[in-house]
């Protein structure tokens, strides 16, 4: 069975500092996708960034990018430039199968506190 | 377009009530799931339907907890009768089903008493 596993609970990152979010997952499939979503206090989840496992270049929206290793099922979330409106809860998804069949995983989070 | 609606946004009830959670896709997609918060146990999914019929209903918790999917742009998750362990926040999603964006609802908050 798929997992994905998140391992840091909460990290802090100073106002305009980088911070990375580690994310690993488990999967026999070659054809799978991977997100970060983003949910703050209000609970909204919100799409941060999404990487189909078949490109080799690393996905990238304005601030977030992420570090995505297949061989070693790795997918971390780099923010730059870290603003107070990141703080929130950040999860790793993973999703992949046949069309029709997606189910899509999540990890425990990651709370990230941004310090002014 | 409008995203996923879901109703109610809160509600409180007492043990042992009957509690219906109401779901209305993103036209066009053909995948609906229910996911449940909370924060001992994270976001856990729970069932997720393709073109209207169930495909995994494994993370239901037990036989008082049932969905249905009548039609494309309808969904409910029925919990009876409801205990307290049954609070948390229960999120509906949708996708097109070929592994796009996973597009969530804004959450109904139960609290059962």
């Known amino acids: 069975a798929q997992t994905v596993t998140q391992s840091q609970p909460e990290m802090s990152v100073q106002e305009a500092e980088t911070v990375t979010l580690s994310c690993t997952y488990d999967?026999?499939?070659?054809?799978?996708?991977l997100f970060w979503y983003k949910q703050p206090p209000s609970r909204q989840m919100i799409l941060v960034i999404r990487?189909?496992?078949?490109?080799?270049q690393n996905a990238t929206e304005n601030r977030f990018s992420v570090n995505f290793q297949k061989a070693a099922k790795s997918f971390s979330l780099k923010i730059s430039d870290s603003q107070l409106g990141d703080a929130a809860m950040y999860f790793c998804?993973?999703?992949?199968?046949?069309?029709?069949?997606?189910?899509?995983?999540f990890g425990t989070g990651t709370r990230l506190k941004v310090l002014a | 377009d409008a995203g996923v609606i879901q109703s109610p946004r809160h509600e409180v009830t007492e043990m042992g009530q009957e509690v219906t959670l109401r779901c209305k896709p993103i036209s066009g997609h053909n995948s609906l799931f229910w996911y449940r918060q909370t924060m001992m146990r994270g976001l856990e999914l729970l069932i997720y339907f393709n073109n209207n019929v169930p495909i995994d209903d494994s993370g239901m918790p037990e036989d008082r907890f049932s969905a249905k999917m009548p039609n494309a742009s309808f969904s409910t998750l029925k919990i009876q009768p409801s205990e307290p362990r049954d609070s948390a926040v229960y999120f509906c999603?949708?996708?097109?089903?070929?592994?796009?964006?996973?597009?969530f609802g804004e959450g109904s908050w139960l609290t059962v008493v």
């Open positions: 999603a949708s996708e097109t089903g070929s592994g796009n964006t996973i597009y």
């Open positions: 999967t026999s499939e070659s054809d799978y996708y």
């Open positions: 998804a993973y999703t992949g199968g046949m069309a029709g069949t997606y189910k899509y995983i």
């Open positions: 990487q189909e496992a078949y490109k080799q």
